[in-house]
Every structure is written in structure tokens, then in C-alpha cells.
């Protein structure tokens, strides 16, 4: 039998609690997860895309079945090369609906195999995003309820060298 691998896209820039919901959910319903950090220089990230991969290793070394990888293609590709055609996308509110909804169309249109999957964080995580997280710490405030706390301090020391 073949294994069943899904595929989690996305900036991570940070990492968050929210993130780790939906990889932990996605690591129960699949063999395996593969978390995709996307380079996304358009959207100008505080974090390098090096530094978000280590935030991501760290906060997730408890799972077992999850690998995580950099790209800077399209998804489908990506896909493709991973060998698998499961995506996984997570909603928090209806606002992110309409545009995860136009890009899984917009991957199915470039890849009719690729199913994608969406799951919604537990209520407790459902207002935290990236962006916030960076909000917050653009202006010096406490991020430890946001985001893993194994990487608290590193958030901390990383974003003294940004100017956002």
C-alpha cells in the first residue's frame, strides 16, 4: 500500500501555534507531512527563508513523521517533485476562504490530480497568524502565546536586526 504523504505550503514568517495545529492535525490523518517553506521574496519576510526552516525544525522535532523542505516554484511542481498530490491549507476565518479557495482552483487548473485539503485550527488558535506575530514583535511586545515556545527566544533575538 502506498503511503500517504500531504504537503503544507507557506511563508511561516513565523511560525505559529496556529501552524503547528494544522501540522500536527495533518500528521494524524497522513503518513507523512511534509512542510514547505516558500521563499516568497514578494512578500518581503522579516526572516530569511533559512531562518524560518530552523524555527519550523525546532518546533516540531516531537513529530516523527514530518520533513520539511525549501522552494521557491510553483506549488504543483513542488508537488510533483515530492510525489504527492495532497495539499494541505488552513483556514481560520472566512476571509482566508476566498483566496485559499482561488488558488486551490488555480493549482487543480495546473494539476488536475492535486486534491487540497483544508483544516481549521482549533478555536483557541483560530485568530493567530504570521502577521500578527510580527506586529507584535515590531514593537517589542510578547509573542509566547502565539507561537512554540522553543523558538521564543530566537524570534526575539532575530527580529532586533530587522527593520520592518
Same mark, same amino acid.
Given at each position: 500500500?502506498? $503511503?500517504?504523504?500531504?504537503?503544507?505550503?507557506? =511563508? /511561516?514568517?513565523?511560525?505559529?501555534?496556529?501552524?503547528?495545529?494544522?501540522?500536527?492535525? !495533518?500528521?494524524?490523518? /497522513?503518513?507523512?507531512?511534509?512542510? !514547505?517553506?516558500?521563499?516568497?521574496?514578494?512578500?518581503? #519576510?522579516? /526572516? %530569511? +527563508?533559512?531562518?524560518?526552516?530552523?524555527?519550523?525544525? +525546532? !518546533? =516540531?522535532?516531537? /513529530?516523527?513523521?514530518?520533513?520539511?523542505?525549501?522552494?521557491?516554484? &510553483?506549488?504543483?511542481? *513542488?508537488?510533483?517533485? *515530492?510525489?504527492?498530490?495532497?495539499?494541505?491549507?488552513? &483556514?481560520?476565518?472566512? @476571509?482566508?476562504?476566498?483566496?485559499?479557495?482561488?488558488?486551490?482552483?488555480? %493549482?487543480?487548473? *495546473?494539476? #488536475?490530480?492535486?486534491?487540497? +485539503?483544508?483544516?481549521? #485550527?482549533? &478555536?483557541? %488558535?483560530?485568530?493567530?497568524? @504570521? @502577521?500578527?506575530?510580527?506586529?507584535?514583535?515590531?514593537?517589542?511586545?510578547?509573542?509566547?502565546?502565539?507561537? #512554540? $515556545?522553543?523558538?521564543?527566544? &530566537? *524570534?526575539?533575538?532575530?527580529?532586533?536586526?530587522?527593520?520592518?
Amino acid at each position: 500500500m502506498k $503511503k500517504k504523504t500531504a504537503l503544507y505550503p507557506g =511563508t /511561516f514568517d513565523p511560525i505559529t501555534l496556529g501552524h503547528i495545529d494544522i501540522i500536527e492535525r !495533518a500528521g494524524n490523518i /497522513f503518513d507523512g507531512v511534509i512542510v !514547505a517553506v516558500a521563499k516568497s521574496s514578494a512578500k518581503k #519576510p522579516m /526572516f %530569511n +527563508i533559512d531562518e524560518r526552516k530552523k524555527f519550523i525544525e +525546532i !518546533a =516540531t522535532q516531537r /513529530f516523527e513523521n514530518i520533513q520539511i523542505v525549501q522552494f521557491d516554484n &510553483l506549488l504543483v511542481d *513542488l508537488a510533483n517533485e *515530492l510525489d504527492t498530490k495532497i495539499i494541505i491549507r488552513g &483556514l481560520r476565518a472566512v @476571509s482566508d476562504f476566498e483566496y485559499e479557495l482561488q488558488m486551490g482552483y488555480a %493549482n487543480a487548473s *495546473l494539476d #488536475p490530480d492535486i486534491e487540497t +485539503i483544508y483544516l481549521m #485550527p482549533n &478555536l483557541q %488558535n483560530a485568530f493567530i497568524s @504570521s @502577521s500578527v506575530v510580527r506586529t507584535i514583535l515590531h514593537h517589542d511586545g510578547n509573542v509566547s502565546h502565539l507561537v #512554540p $515556545k522553543e523558538i521564543v527566544p &530566537l *524570534l526575539k533575538r532575530e527580529s532586533d536586526v530587522f527593520d520592518i
